[in-house]
């Protein structure tokens, strides 16, 4: 899994019950109209299982995105050893549930991760840039948190 989501200096929500979501399928959790909204095309999705993470990948302009369910926890993300290809790294929080977002310098771009609290998984939104029909990157940190919140609600809540 690639690193990604800069957003810097934001404190990491208390940590609260959450709802198991080893079931949740990242897969389907977008609708093909909200994928091309994003500005990826539904038909280039291709299955990810690998390293414990599983989900699925597509591609477009202005970006390359895969929404994945890791075995990690947020809480083992935090206690992880980063090293020098990080830009950035921080706790924050996704509609109030527990987060980490991170950045990596990936062949001169910056790759974006945003990790939701599913407690005992991580929910994961990798988004990478592409350039835009108008030859413009995106900023691929604060887009991977805006599809972070788009998903959340979506996801099991504690009872």
Known sequence: MVAAVGVLGVACAPQGAVADARTVDMCTILT???????????????????????????????????????KETVASYRSRQRGPAFISFAENEVNGRAGLTFAVDRDGGTDCEQLIDGGSVSLVVHVASTLS???????????????????????PKAS
């Open 32 to 70: 093909d109209a909200e994928l091309n909204q994003l500005g990826v095309r539904p038909d280039t999705r291709e299955t990810l299982d690998q390293f414990g993470s599983v989900g699925c990948e597509w591609v477009g302009k202005p970006l390359r995105l895969s929404l994945e369910r890791d």
């Open 133 to 155: 029909p108008d030859g413009h990157p995106i900023d691929a940190c604060p887009e991977a948190l805006r599809i972070a919140q788009l998903i959340e609600p979506r996801l």
